[in-house]
Nanobody, 124 residues
Framework: QVQLEESGGGLVQAGGSLRLSCAVSERSFSNYAMGWFRQAPGKEREFVACISGSSTIKYYADSVKGRITIPRDNVKNTMYVQMNSLKPEDTAVYYC?????????????????WGQGTQVTVSS
């Protein structure tokens, strides 16, 4: 069973930055595409960004494009999301997810494993 653990959430002021990490308990980490999703209160979980196993393919939601990057370290079995110019509407629980394929997907249904989530709160 692949386990994912997010960290790095917290409270930040609008315009600030935050980096989330997702540690994965899988030795063949590079065989998995990874994604970040978020869920705000009362809303459905939505796609944020995803990355292929080799980091050559990345997709970003329009709402975050230009404000975030999504690197991964296949030696440390960890994926990150660096979020800049944060807005109050970025407030949500952020989840990382792993897909048993090297190709990323923007659909949450395509992911096989999920972390427990980490809260990000952006104050105005």
């Amino acid at each position: 069973q692949v386990q994912l653990e997010e960290s790095g959430g917290g409270l930040v002021q609008a315009g600030g930055s935050l980096r989330l990490s997702c540690a994965v308990s899988e030795r063949s980490f590079s065989n998995y595409a990874m994604g970040w999703f978020r869920q705000a209160p009362g809303k459905e979980r939505e796609f944020v960004a995803c990355i292929s196993g080799s980091s050559t393919i990345k997709y970003y939601a329009d709402s975050v494009k230009g404000r975030i990057t999504i690197p991964r370290d296949n030696v440390k079995n960890t994926m990150y999301v660096q979020m800049n110019s944060l807005k109050p509407e970025d407030t949500a629980v952020y989840y990382c997810a792993a897909r048993r394929s090297t190709m990323p997907s923007t659909s949450r249904a395509q992911y096989d494993y999920w972390g427990q989530g980490t809260q990000v709160t952006v104050s105005s």
